[in-house]
């Protein structure tokens, strides 16, 4: 039996549950149980279709048409949703640790576990729509709960701006119902390959380019983004960002999959790649501007998020991969970094003016940072730099050597100001009593725990890329636009 | 651009530590490599002498609006405004190449 | 003239209509209204895009024979896309009020310019 639409149901009705039970004495032990059965999830479904309602395919003449909404898994989906319940789950068991609980906070991520692996996992247009709203208001949600004014102040800004892109894709997939009669991903990127184009389908294209956009907080959102990320707590800013990656990462495949092979997607391509370029470019240079650690680490996603939709907007397979690969690194050693500013505001604050020479305080922490740094700008033996490595082979692949170029140099970028962060926390020498008041701050285990779990994982993809990578290969290639790469052969 | 300057609208900020005004100098370079490398991409790929003109312009403007790392950082801010106004060029700017570039 | 048309047109007119009172309008309030305005346009597209003159229904009448039944049914996904989106819309709008209330009590003015300031 294929248990495959429990990957959204527990999760969705869990969240229910929790906002009905949230001031209950037992909030605590659920979240952490629940925690644990959020790992298992992954495994429950079986490779292939899920019809629901059990309408199945049905034939027009010859034709083979999805009837009802469908759900599909295969190993890519399997893996992105693996990596994104393992953060859902250390960032549930480190809410535990947190004074100020309640089951409002589980009740939020739960429901936004629920949505994204909804999105990452449906073939079905409207319910991708559906579930990328619940996803952005979740979000908000999650970053009002840190109760700061400026929090109040990013997530209205975020609403305000969501419910217009919101509704411009909702727009796009009303176009694109109208142009193909249906909305299965699969049948209509069947049916838009045989008929003509009309400014139907490009009004479609256009507006679903806005929706993934915001949604993956490419330019000219990225400010929104970051906004949220530094706004929220660091640790829920883990899985904040890890949401918005796989968003980014599922949509853009809806884009490749709709449009592929169509003559417009050369336009497109080039969209596409611009505006990751800007991502990249504009994240770097906002990071290196910054002097909070947290909205430092904030536009470090904006740029790496650049790095992976400029993989998936190259369209080759290899490209495809590398793409979706850097998005699965990048989620897990972000969310080390972001659990390291929690553990800096714990101590102190995360402006870096304002703490220094934490090195002799916790040398455990210092490392396991460094080592999160380390993997985030792309150093052997961490999986930064296998992802990051494939990419430029892509790249170089694509016939575009000069965006490799552009890519290195914002490696020294990216280099320059993490090491710089580094510097100012740990290394800068600070007073003797400052050091005694931060010795004073106890440390709770789970965290340092969490980070080295993240940090055992970041070094073993390091070392052996392979295990994701021969898993996700047969699924891109298909994925993969057979034309850039002729057209490339050619040139 | 020269460092001492480039010191002093950082002191104007606060910020004239030699850490921050090494990393704001990096991002302004960043900045100008971006546009010289985005000239090589746009000119080689698509081959068009106006396309390289224009590019050559916009690394002018660049040149002469040195040091553009301040000016980027005011574009980027998060006031409502400014975002709503690059968003609102951001549609237009899309279609635009969606809808004409598309119909080519 | 024709009724898809008609409600083609005054959906294109809601949503640039939204679209130019999100942008422009500074109130905050006002800025929330123009969204539900877009919001409401593209209803109005999904619906005027299932609607068929003339059409039955879409619930299942016995006394009709299937296959004239089937041919000459409105479309009947829009209305069911459009039932969601509402709801979603609600939810949204209700978040949003909500948090200009708090902003107002804050800053007594309700200026999207003076309220979502850089900070």
Redesign the interface.
Known sequence: MNLLPLIVVVPLITAVVFSYIYRSKYVKPLTLFIGFILLVLPLLGTYGPYFFGGHGIVYIGTIPLVSGIVYTLNPLKETMIFTLMLIGSIVLVLSTRERELSGVFTSLVLMGLASVSAVILTEDLFNLYVFYEIAAITQAGLVILSGTEEAYRSAFRYLLVGTMAGSILLLGVGLLLSATGSLNIGDMGRCLTVNPLTPTVYGGLLMLIVGLAYGGGLPPFHTLKADLYARAKPFVAAILQAYSKFILIALMLVVLKLFGNLPIFHTTRGVLIALSVFAMVFGTVMALLQEDYRKLLAYHTVSQGGYVALGLALGTPLAILAGIFHGINHTLYKSALFIGAHILDKIKSTDMRKVGGLLLVTPTLAFLILCAKLASIGIPPFNGFQSKLLLAEAVMNANMPELAVLMLILSIGTFLYMMKAFYLIFLRPCSEEQLREFKDVKISKYYILSLGLLLVLCLFLGIYPDIVIDRLYPVVEDIGVKWVLESIKNS | MDYDKFKREMEKEGRGDSVSVGAGLTGEFILYSFLVIGLFLLSRVFGKVLLATVGILAIGAGLHMIPMVFRFKRENSNHIVLQLFWISIFLGAISMIIFIAGSW | MDLQLASFITAGAL?VL??YG??FVDNVIK??IA?SI??N??NL??VA?GYKEGGYAPIYIPSVEFQVFAREMAYP??QA?VL??IV??A??LA??LA??I??YR?YKTLK??V?????
């Open positions: 949503v939204g679209l999100f942008f800025k929330i969204l877009i919001g346009g593209v597209t999904l895009m996904l829009p896309l969601t989106n979603i819309g939810s949204m978040v949003m948090l200009s708090v902003f804050k999207t310019s309220i979502l300031k850089e900070d």
